[in-house]
């Protein structure tokens, strides 16, 4: 009985030890935050450009796209996907060995890219703060900054209306609203584990068979913005959605 006794406080004392140590940890990660996003922080202001450029790089990707509807009548299709993007803050760097990242819900606070799908019919910006999605947010000692959340988005392929055609290929372009290319630069996510754009397999579709996606890190057709002297060109990546008529 005394055994049984002793080893049931050794394990209250050790889950008391153990809420201590992580209530510890969260103070200093709340330190560490304040100490990196402080008043003298302007989220207004782009982080300035790495790798000996003046433009911000921006990753984006589409994780477990998952097709829920071609709408030949609209010539809309519909799709939910975890979409993730990143960029590095040199401001929000920081030095602790003991801290591997910082957690955040939200980008209220910090600058973020206004990244937009082009071919959206309501152009959705990724959401920073919306409260009924799923998200989750990091920033890493190198200042880097990962946000990804749950979409849904439907987007516009005029193809789609086109009778005869067997095959069919949508174009999603995803893209900065208001920075010029010599500001943000957008690309896809890649590399020898993960692609731009995962979509998630066996895909059943209404009268549609899902051909693939294939990726571009420059749009054909990039967004433009004319003033009195120039052009000003807007980023952007395109995913090519391929559908087959059954």
Known sequence: MKSIILLALVAVAAAGHHGTVNSMQQVKVKELYDSIVTKDYYPNLRPYGVNGTDATFVTVQLRDVKILNVDETKGLFTFQTYARKSWI?????????TVSYIPIRDCKSLWAPDIFFLDGVESSTFPLSAHHVPRTGRIFPSGRVFYSFRLT?????????????????????????GFYTDEVQVAFKEGADYTGVNVVKDVVIPKFTFGGVTTQQTCTTASTTRSADHDHVHSCVQADFKFIRA
Not at 89 to 97: E, F, H, K, M, S
Not at 154 to 162: N, S, V
Request: contains cysteine.
């Open 89 to 97: 803050d040199p401001r929000l760097a920081y030095n602790d060995t």
């Open 153 to 177: 988005q439907t987007i516009h392929c005029p193809a789609i209306y086109t009778t005869g055609v067997k095959e069919i290929t949508c174009p999603v372009r995803l893209g900065s609203y």
